[in-house]
């Protein structure tokens, strides 16, 4: 089947690259995939370019409510970025190659940090919905079963065949957030924990939702995961944050329905101050791009 067996070769995503290249002069160092209901982090970015995904050359479509589709460049604190307003889902159909496109695109852009943001479900019983959660973890369900996004033949110029994944949530990044949201007195919802991917569309079980919690999960969506395997994959370094739109459930008594409607609501709720701590973050991230430049010299 085309989704388990389909791959691009190292020039296709290099041809995507200097397509877009050549349409912008902004070289950003930071790449943001906005989740449902979060595109409005692209509405930050100041002297932007957008491009439709279907202009560009072999991205794919979001076919998503709360998914706008489009690739925006800008700048936010003076930094150049590039944001996925609306990302590509396994369960809409794509080859997790297709999912994952854009991150080898961005890197071979120049990007060095990945911020992926997801809407997800509560499945620690002190998570809020509307409680920001700093991903420090994640447990990979479909690429523990088979479905991994580094399937198949490795492209040694991205990275090696066997890539760790033990440090794939930054320390130092997780460090600036929680510094940050203290600053803005975000502390009393903002979280963190491990980020549990499940294929969906359905939502899970309740049966599943307790194997999640007991498996150590905090949090569970339908994405991000095969981005962050990715982007650890050629060297990015990432920090991942979900936001608590629904509480999961873990009670056969209980009369509650997760649907997708809440999530965008909730979302709603949350976006600005999820946006203003994206922002600050970003403005205090600089200093890390710096370093590797002074050694050289």
């Not at 929680?178 to 569309?201: H, I, Q, W």
Request: proline share 5%; aromatic share 10%.
């Amino acid at each position: 089947s085309n989704q388990i067996s389909f791959s691009y070769t190292f020039e296709d995503y290099k041809e995507t690259a200097d397509w877009l290249l050549t349409r912008t002069d902004l070289r950003p160092k930071v790449a943001i995939i906005c989740g449902s209901g979060l595109g409005g982090l692209a509405d930050l970015l100041g002297d932007k370019a957008i491009f439709p995904y279907q202009d560009i050359p072999r991205f794919s479509q979001s076919t998503v409510p709360g998914h706008s589709g489009q690739l925006v460049f800008g700048k936010i604190e003076g930094k150049p970025c590039v944001c996925m307003q609306g990302r590509f889902h396994f369960y809409e159909g794509y080859a997790l190659t297709k999912v994952t496109f854009p991150v080898r695109v961005f890197h071979l852009l120049g990007v060095k940090t990945l911020i992926v943001t997801n809407a997800a479900g509560g499945l620690n019983p002190d998570f809020q919905v509307g409680d920001i959660m700093f991903i420090k973890d994640h447990l990979n369900i479909p690429g523990i079963t088979g479905q991994n996004p580094l399937f198949g033949p490795n492209e040694e110029r991205f990275g090696v065949r066997f890539p760790c994944m033990s440090d794939a949530y930054d320390k130092g990044l997780l460090r600036i957030a929680n510094k940050t949201a203290s600053e803005l007195g975000f502390s009393d919802f903002v979280r963190s924990g491990v980020y549990c991917m499940a294929a969906g569309p359905s939502y899970e079980t309740v049966a599943e939702c307790r194997l999640l919690r007991t498996l150590g999960g905090d949090a569970v969506g339908m994405s991000t995961v095969p981005e962050v395997v990715v982007a650890r994959h050629c060297g990015l370094q990432v920090f991942g944050i979900s936001l608590i739109t629904n509480k999961v459930v873990m009670d056969y008594d209980s009369q509650e329905k997760t649907n997708h409607e809440e999530v965008l609501q909730t979302s709603k709720m949350r976006a600005k101050d999820l946006q203003s701590l994206v922002c600050s973050f970003l403005g205090k991230i600089e200093d890390q791009f710096q370093e590797p430049e002074k050694n050289n010299h």
